[in-house]
């Protein structure tokens, strides 16, 4: 598909979007997170690029991001910073030091290779998470019953 096609300009901001590593339930926004974002002045070729990285199999979608001035290398470098610094993403290596989100390059390899193993959730976390929120809603409806008796 074209560039053109998917209403994308050449060049600008833009954000890919992919379903978290180890999500039990894919929902909406708890199973997917921002995973990368960045500027370009080729589209084409950085899409190219990203497909080759190690979370492209995670589901990803692309979306562009607004830049005033996209054909203007520091605006967009500007927008850049911007963005990763509001959105968190968390493949991001440059200016994403202060992300507790962030996932090392080093991180996502593993966790690609679990992947390509056939193991795509711890299930023992995965069954200890949903045990502790069930736990944490019980007793909030428990004590919303309480106190209006």
């Not at 500027?39 to 005033?68: F, I, M």
């Not at 992300?99 to 995965?126: D, K």
Request: aromatic letters at 14%.
């Amino acid at each position: 598909m074209s560039a053109k096609a998917r209403g994308w300009r050449r060049c600008g901001c833009y954000v890919w979007r992919a379903r978290k590593p180890t999500a039990f339930i894919g929902l909406p926004f708890i199973g997917r997170h921002f995973a990368y974002v960045g500027e370009t002045s080729s589209r084409w070729h950085r899409d190219q690029q990203h497909l080759a990285k190690v979370w492209a199999d995670l589901d990803v979608k692309v979306y562009p991001l607004w830049c005033p001035f996209p054909h203007v290398r520091w605006v967009r470098k500007s927008m850049e910073w911007i963005y990763i610094k509001t959105l968190f993403p968390v493949y991001n290596v440059q200016h994403n030091g202060t992300n507790p989100r962030r996932i090392t390059p080093a991180t996502a390899t593993g966790q690609r290779a679990m992947r390509n193993n056939g193991m795509r959730v711890a299930f023992g976390r995965a069954v200890a998470r949903f045990a502790l929120g069930f736990t944490v809603l019980a007793g909030v409806a428990y004590s919303l019953c309480t106190y209006h008796s």
